[in-house]
């Protein structure tokens, strides 16, 4: 059964969209500190005080002050308009150092984040084709004020692969931060998180959302195994390239859906699948709402699709990003909180329940 429009509804009636739906990469590993100032150096977490509260998502550094992202990270998720800059901060911390007390529907003391290299933004640029709903165009940029610490050298900045490969099974890497408990909205990691993922059959993907059948701005992936997937969670999807000096930045993640029958919290089976918004169709506007050239961002290294990325060896993992239950690593909520996920689920179930279809 396809994914029907009336569960998209659903979701805005519930006031969800990317603020209000838990974001997890569960069965991932943490990437280790060298990879993290290494080849992921470009990556960073962005903290929100959206309607809810306090909660953080992910960006990559395209330049040394324009932040790549989705736009529901940073858009408010009735009016799909920009966030104020001064709720948002960019950087490259520890959540769990920085967000670990940060539930219940409280913000975030951005002072505290501002203190460790944190900046807010000095400028939104949603797409204006972006629709919370139709989840179309999810894409945004931020202008920072000025560089963050360390945002030079090798891998400091994401180079932009605008055609990537579309063949079953090619396989990616996606990354991203989020809180590493299901029941504790405030249990945020200290480490980015990353799992491995392989791209769908035309057939499953369309199945599951219909849409993607006539989209030419989205890569449609499944789990790698069926212990580890993005869970609705924010993220971007990666690939190393074939020289292994650098990754290239293949998408940004959209949405994940589900046909009927599989529950949100069995995330990792079959019949799920992740939609990642890509870039080629994005060159122009990017050029429009930054001052870069095309040639500043997108990648000229070639990627081969056929084998996974390389393990991270794992060595910075620390008490705080523990395996929990049951030996999954559950990381939630980029711009919403945990607590919110029950009364959403709850309508998106009945949608569902009616149109044969499920939003994670």
């Known amino acids: 059964m396809k994914l029907a429009t009336v569960v998209l509804a659903a979701m805005a009636a519930a006031g969800s969209g990317a603020m209000g739906l838990e974001k997890r990469i569960v069965g991932g590993s943490a990437v280790s500190d060298s990879a993290a100032a290494g080849q992921y150096a470009f990556v960073t977490n962005i903290i929100v005080n959206g309607r809810d509260g306090a909660a953080a998502c992910t960006g990559a550094l395209i330049s040394s002050t324009v932040v790549l992202t989705s736009a529901s990270c940073v858009a408010d998720p009735v009016s799909n308009k920009p966030l104020v800059v001064s709720r948002i901060a960019v950087g490259r911390g520890n959540l769990a150092a920085l967000l670990g007390g940060s539930s219940g529907g409280g913000d975030a003391d951005l002072s505290k984040a501002e203190a460790a290299g944190y900046v807010s933004p000095q400028s939104i640029a949603v797409h204006p084709g972006y629709d919370s709903v139709a989840h179309s165009d999810n894409i945004a940029v931020l202008t920072l004020p000025r560089a963050l610490a360390n945002s030079t050298g090798d891998g400091a900045v994401a180079k932009l692969i605008t055609k990537p490969s579309t063949a079953a099974k090619a396989a990616y890497t996606a990354v991203g931060w989020g809180t590493t408990s299901a029941s504790d909205a405030s249990a945020y990691p200290s480490h980015l998180q990353r799992v491995q993922l392989t791209v769908g059959a035309n057939s499953t993907c369309t199945d599951i959302w219909a849409p993607y059948a ?26 190393q390239a074939s020289d292994k000096k650098s990754v290239g930045l293949a998408g940004i993640l959209n949405m994940v859906a589900a046909k009927k029958d599989v529950p949100a919290e069995k995330c990792t089976e079959d019949g799920v699948a992740d939609f990642f918004t890509t870039f080629g169709n994005y060159l122009g506007w990017l050029t429009q709402v930054t001052p870069l050239n095309e040639t500043d961002f997108v990648a000229t290294a070639s990627f081969s699709y056929n084998t996974p990325d390389p393990a991270d060896d794992g060595s910075s993992k620390s008490a705080g990003d523990d395996e929990d239950d049951g030996g999954k690593l559950d990381s939630a909520s980029d711009s919403g ?4 996920r029950i009364s959403v689920l709850a309508a998106l179930a009945a949608a569902a329940a009616a149109a044969g279809g499920a939003m994670l």
Do not use: F, M
């Open 337 to 340: 909180v945990a607590g919110r």
């Open 214 to 239: 006539s989209l030419t701005n989205t890569l449609c992936l499944v789990p790698a195994k069926s212990s580890a997937n993005v869970c609705s969670g924010d993220g971007l999807l990666v690939k």
